[in-house]
């Protein structure tokens, strides 16, 4: 039996799932691996493979880390490669000389349920926002971003306090499962693409910057509940006090106490430290802290910090 032939792009963690799924079938054979060119990292700026480039080592596969997409020497490579399908996890725009390249086509694993939360940042987005449920979607690429015919898709249920840690790498496996099943299904030529078809007030994934984890942007605690799942535990969510402005206080995880009295939305919030809790309130509403990196000192629960922490009292959130 032929096994089909795969080239496989992707750079994070989150794609070196899909790539162990898609070398471990039988069925299937990826004959080369397309990940970022090594880059400076760390006070050193020693060059460091990424995550996918490991990964393909590990498993010998031929990998090809090109600076331009549309270089002809990369092109040339990735024909000669004689690919059936190229799958693609977390990695940039491809040009349309490549992903018009092999004949089963081009097709992305998306870490949300298209066409909601188009763009770079799906998962954390979903916990901002509160959602109950998300998933994972493959497609095929087109010439615009994320908007391509929808294959396939699986959805997964949200916990209340799931973070981004575990949902992150529930929605790799989920990813991993379905990119196989989206290969056996264009070999079986069994599904049928569908067309997106955007709502008319789209929810959309934009990369995220440093004022995404700001909690003193927001206005109530639900939603800074949900902010600090969201970045949990990279890169944490922060805030800034009246007291010290300059400094950033990050916080990581968080346990609603009581949100029922929503009529006290529109209060201030305080960070309140106690002799055996750190907490955010808003008139009778609380949301305990389970762990605390003050400026200049390391992450810690909160029972550790609070031994070597003196200071107590209610501290305004910066506004």
């Known amino acids: 039996m032929r096994l089909t032939r795969i080239v496989f792009f992707g750079t994070p963690e989150f794609a070196s799932g899909t790539l162990h799924a898609l070398s471990a079938c039988e069925s299937m054979e990826v004959v080369g691996v397309v990940t970022a060119p090594d880059k400076p990292a760390g006070r050193g700026q020693t060059l460091r493979a990424s995550h996918v480039s490991d990964t393909a080592g590990d498993l010998g596969l031929n990998v090809l880390k090109p600076s331009k997409l549309k270089d002809p020497e990369f092109l040339q490579a990735l024909e000669a490669l004689c690919a059936d399908v190229f799958v693609v996890v977390a990695f940039r ?13 081009t097709f992305n694993v998306h870490a949300s349920l298209l066409p909601d939360y188009r763009g770079a940042a799906p998962i954390q987005w979903a916990l901002a926002n509160g959602d109950e449920a998300t998933g994972v979607t493959t497609f095929l690429l087109n010439e615009r971003i994320d908007e391509g015919a929808i294959l396939l898709q699986e959805s997964l249920a949200i916990a209340p306090n799931e973070t981004i840690s575990s949902l992150y790498q529930r929605l790799m496996v989920s990813g991993s499962t379905l990119a196989v099943r989206t290969v056996e299904a264009l070999i079986q030529e069994s599904c049928t693409p569908k067309a997106q078809i955007l709502a008319e007030n789209p929810r959309l994934a934009p990369k995220i910057f440093s004022d995404f984890t700001e909690l003193e942007r927001l206005s109530d605690l639900r939603q800074m509940h949900n902010r600090i799942r969201a970045c949990d535990s990279y890169p944490g969510a922060s805030l800034a006090l009246e007291e010290t402005p300059n400094d950033r206080i990050k916080v990581f995880g968080s346990e609603i106490v009581n949100l029922s009295n929503t009529g006290d939305y529109g209060l201030s919030i305080k960070l309140i430290i106690t002799d055996d809790s750190v907490h955010l309130a808003q008139g009778e509403n609380l949301l305990n802290l389970k762990e605390v ?4 000192k390391r992450k810690m ?3 550790d910090f609070l031994r070597g922490f003196r200071m107590r009292g ?3 959130l910066k506004r």
């Open 93 to 105: 725009m491809l040009p349309k000389e490549v992903w018009a390249m092999p004949p089963m086509g």
């Open 293 to 296: 990196q003050w400026p200049g």
């Open 301 to 303: 629960d909160v029972s």
């Open 314 to 316: 209610k501290f305004e």
